[in-house]
């Protein structure tokens, strides 16, 4: 299996406890996806995000639905979580969200590491289409945070 590494950073204008409050909240994820992929949280709130927790998501990729469900694998208030898909279309999918107060606001960093399933299908997919895909995912991301945050 290639495990394959995406790391994002960006400075977001506002103090930590709201930066990261709102990444806390498992509905603000809809916001800041782009909506060509028809994104929605399924799992109904309130959702307690800790340590443990299972959220549901459906989105559309390329047209086709797809049913996702990940668990909060390590959380740490004001400072980081960590989710894994339990169910998705990766072979392997973990996001850790870390955030850091600094001189005029949060710095908040992205690390990924993911898996594509099918061997060597997988891997002509990801060089041709996936890496590309998680860019402009994480690019939409980047420029909504930055208008809703600050």
């Known amino acids: 299996m290639r495990i394959h590494l995406l790391e994002r950073e960006q400075l977001v204008a506002a103090p930590l406890r709201p930066v990261f409050a709102f990444f806390a909240r498992a509905r603000n994820l809809e916001r800041i996806t782009p909506p060509w992929l028809r994104f929605a949280v399924l799992t109904p709130e309130p959702i307690e995000m800790a340590r443990g927790a299972e959220i549901a998501y459906r989105l559309r990729l390329r047209g086709i639905p797809i049913s996702w469900t990940s668990r909060i694998e390590w ?32 710095l908040v960093r ?39 945050l600050g």
């Open 75 to 106: 959380w740490d208030a004001d400072r980081l979580f960590v989710d894994r898909q339990l169910r998705g279309p990766y072979r392997l999918w973990i996001h850790r969200h870390e955030f850091a107060a600094v001189p005029g606001g949060t």
């Open 110 to 148: 992205d690390r990924v590491r993911y898996a594509l399933p099918l061997g060597a299908v997988g891997t002509v997919a990801h060089a041709g289409i996936v890496r590309r895909d998680l860019e402009r995912i994480f690019d939409f991301r980047r420029d909504t945070v930055r208008q809703l």
